[in-house]
Nanobody, 122 residues
């Protein structure tokens, strides 16, 4: 069974930094694209950043220059370094990953984590 577990959220002041982690575990053949999403109260979930297993990245315009997505393929883990945090970054942050479970003959499935709360106080 495959699962994603996020960690690293918390309360931070405006201008501060946080680093989120998301580790995939279980019977995994390969982990492909990974991504971070966020959902603020009363708003739709939005894509924050993506990273391929080759390291290619994309960012939402709202976080470019402030957030950095990275991954450790040996640990099946994706990170989100968040700097210069602003109140509008307050949200629950979720990671997603395209994973081929062991024994699934190349069939990619999308897995999501349970989310971690990030609160930026002014």
């Amino acid at each position: 069974q495959v699962q994603l577990v996020e960690s690293g959220g918390g309360l931070v002041q405006v201008g501060g930094s946080l680093r989120l982690s998301c580790a995939a575990s279980g019977s995994i053949f390969s982990v492909n694209d990974m991504a971070w999403y966020r959902q603020a109260p009363g708003k739709q979930r939005e894509l924050v950043a993506t990273i391929t297993n080759g390291g290619g990245t994309n960012y939402a315009d709202s976080v470019k220059g402030r957030f950095t997505i990275s991954r450790d393929n040996a640990k099946n883990t994706v990170y989100l370094q968040m700097n210069s945090l602003q109140p509008e970054d307050t949200a629950v942050y979720y990671c997603n990953a395209d994973i081929i479970p062991a024994g699934w003959a190349g069939m990619k499935l999308v897995y999501g984590g349970q989310g971690t709360q990030v609160t930026v106080s002014s």
